[in-house]
């Protein structure tokens, strides 16, 4: 029901130039039944994970023919894996594990915001990369990464360039800690796109809620895995905050929306104080209302 | 002494082994940092110009070992560090054997220049130490078209006078004649003139300088040209004092460090700050590691994250919050100090700098998004630099 349009792009077959004016709008047929959402709670993180991939492989996992993985997790910032800057290394490490023990291949792109020497580095992704033999590669360096696309759904952003592993992944996983953020107001798995698009600079000048909702109606992971293990509610997206919460726990779901407002509600009283999931509710690019979801919440 | 075959050919392979680690070191790439500190650190002339103008031992016990061996040298072996090891030499000798025997520059002038950076020195401004050769060998890690070409120049030069630049030119060179114990006397009898002349001017120029420096800053101010961010730990009269060896701005990670383009005479071709794409690193001190001169002084990560060398104003009538009302804080985002403090109007958050935060880094101008009319948030120097004490 979901990765519409990046797997239609695939199908398409048209990395580089990319027609894809005649792609399918995004489906909102898909609400009828209420999206399931996942929230593991509990102290350890690696059991939270465990738990976490337990339910992703009872759900399908990442698909029949999966070969390729790639995820998206957030290192963008020369901050250590407490400061909550970056998704946690150790949840990192058990995905990592999991996948590769079913022969899939995972890499993980990823555009940082300071030099990726340091915030790979400090946020402890790298180490876990590498001890898993996985490639992460940093498209700030790599800009012959980005391939050209069209967002067929898009309002205000229309076309973006988007980093090519995800578009020739069999599955992409969008796994970003939570956080607040200064002008997204909170980053979860939409804003954490911004982290596979080139032009991201130019989303703030466009409309920065807009253009996140309107390319996560292009980019929908196979599964979202939201890190609120511990999370900044203040200074973010680098801090170090001062204002630090400790929800010990993970928000699943194929939908990344619904994964978002999830999240949202640890931070706010509704979801719509988020200004791109308001948008995503009207554009009807995935459920916001949990009265529309199947909560599962499952204690580790 | 006769110089056999076999000498002669021992002596150009070391020659040219010694040139490829100077190139080597001073390209740098995957080496470790303090590598690039070392072809300019090996000058006894930098070493005591610099320590005289600073009125301090700048260099510690370490990097005081290779230039005073190299003087040591010179004192029984006259110029053995220019025959054998000087990679500026060795590149002017290749041409040595195809090279016509004209004398175009007949007058020695090392002397004069010597007197200057040490007439200078004691003033307080070394001028020319940018000449020595290994600081002229370091800069080759950078492309730039004025001092870039003076290598390329005396090059050609070399190829009608041969090696006129060690003979002529040297301040190094002739620092190690009057280092000879050999040679020293008649060495400075000969050239007592230039003595007397380069003290004089090299002292004169020096003190008109500061003037000068004031003249010409009111001339930024009506150009409205912006004066230059100094890396951290940039001592007050960093532009007399840096030799222009380039090895901070080939070692800065993320590459802000660049070379002054107009300006000031005191401030020709400075290495100066500039934020396009990012700011500096919070914990990263390549450059004050690197420095051979002391212009940026070598201090620690603690110290140098608390080091304020300039401080962001936001312009609001280009500012994507304040003017044109979108959600950006983009500055705020980027900013490592949360020196950005948020001023909601409505709904849309408004970037204000807290100044007693704000270090100069200029990761907010790095990042800033705005398009209309350039950015939105600049970085307007400090100096001199102080320690912040509001951080924590």
Request: aromatic share 8%.
């Amino acid at each position: 029901m979901q990765k519409l349009t990046r797997r239609e792009f695939v199908k398409a077959g048209a990395l580089g130039t990319a027609a894809l004016a005649a792609a399918p709008a995004v489906s909102t047929a898909a609400a009828k039944d209420k999206t399931d959402v996942w929230v593991f709670e509990g102290e350890s993180n690696r059991a939270l994970m465990e738990a976490c991939m337990k339910t992703i492989y009872e759900n399908g996992g990442f698909g029949p023919n999966a070969k390729k993985v790639a995820l998206k997790v957030n290192a963008a910032w020369d901050r250590t894996p407490e400061q909550a800057a970056n998704t946690h290394p150790e949840l990192v490490d058990v995905f990592l594990e999991k996948v590769i023990e079913t022969g899939v291949k995972v890499v993980m792109p990823e555009l940082p915001c300071q030099r990726a020497g340091k915030s790979f580095v400090s946020s402890g992704l790298q180490a876990v990369a590498d001890k898993h033999k996985v490639k992460m590669i940093d498209l700030k360096k790599e800009k012959r990464e980005f391939v050209d696309i069209e967002i067929p759904g898009g309002k205000t952003l229309k076309k973006e360039r988007v980093a090519r592993d995800f578009l020739e992944a069999d599955a992409v996983v969008n796994m970003p800690v939570a956080k607040h953020h200064g002008g997204g107001t909170l980053t979860m798995c939409m804003k954490n796109w911004m982290g596979a698009a080139e032009g991201r600079k130019f989303w703030h000048v466009k409309g920065l809620h807009q253009c996140i909702a309107d390319f996560s109606s292009f980019m929908k992971p196979t599964w979202a895995i939201i890190d609120a293990t511990r999370c900044m509610t203040s200074r973010g997206p680098q801090g170090p905050s001062e204002d630090m919460i400790y929800p010990h726990q993970l928000i699943v779901s194929q939908d990344q929306v619904a994964a978002d407002s999830v999240a949202a509600l640890l931070f706010h009283d509704s979801p719509y104080k988020v200004n791109y999931l308001e948008i995503a509710r009207d554009m009807g690019i995935g459920e916001t209302e949990t009265s529309n979801m199947n909560i599962h919440r499952i204690t580790v | 002494m006769v110089k056999t075959p076999k000498r002669t050919w021992l002596k150009w392979m070391v020659r040219l082994l010694i040139l490829a680690a100077a190139l080597f070191f001073v390209i740098g790439g995957p080496l470790p940092a303090w590598m690039g500190r070392i072809v300019p650190a090996f000058s006894p002339l930098t070493l005591f110009a610099e320590s005289i103008s600073q009125r301090t031992w700048y260099a510690g016990l370490f990097w005081s070992i290779p230039p005073l061996v190299v003087l040591l040298l010179a004192v029984f072996k006259g110029r053995f560090f220019c025959q054998w090891i000087c990679p500026l030499g060795t590149l002017y000798a290749l041409p040595v054997k195809i090279s016509r025997k004209t004398k175009i520059l007949q007058i020695r002038i090392n002397a004069l220049i010597f007197w200057i950076i040490l007439g200078g020195a004691v003033i307080g401004a070394p001028l020319l130490l940018w000449l020595d050769p290994l600081s002229t060998v370091s800069r080759l890690g950078v492309w730039t078209l004025g001092p870039g070409l003076l290598i390329p120049l005396f090059l050609l030069f070399s190829f009608f006078q041969p090696q006129v630049w060690c003979t002529h030119l040297c301040s190094l060179g002739y620092c190690f004649d009057l280092a000879n114990r050999k040679t020293s006397k008649a060495v400075f009898r000969r050239d007592r003139r230039q003595f007397i002349a380069g003290l004089g001017l090299g002292a004169g120029a020096a003190a008109i300088l500061p003037a000068l420096r004031r003249g010409s800053g009111q001339d930024i101010g009506k150009n409205q040209q912006k004066s230059s961010v100094l890396p951290p730990g940039a001592i007050g009269n960093f532009a007399e004092i840096c030799t222009r060896c380039y090895a901070c701005v080939n070692i800065c990670p993320v590459e802000i460090i660049k070379v002054k383009k107009g300006g000031p005479l005191n401030e020709l071709a400075m290495p100066e700050l500039v934020f396009e794409e990012y700011g500096c690193e919070e914990s990263c001190n390549l450059c004050a590691q690197v420095c051979p001169t002391g212009a940026i002084r070598s201090i620690h990560h603690d110290r140098k994250w608390r080091t304020q060398i300039g401080v962001a104003k936001v312009e609001r009538e280009k500012c994507l919050g304040w003017t044109d009302n979108q959600y950006c804080m983009v500055c705020d985002e980027y900013c490592p100090y949360n020196a950005i403090t948020t001023k909601m109007r409505g709904n849309i958050p408004c970037p204000i700098v807290d100044p007693t935060l704000c270090r100069g880094c200029g990761a907010c101008e790095g990042a800033c998004p705005a398009t209309r009319e350039g950015k939105a948030i600049f970085v307007h120097p400090v100096q001199p630099q102080r320690q912040l004490k509001g951080l924590s």
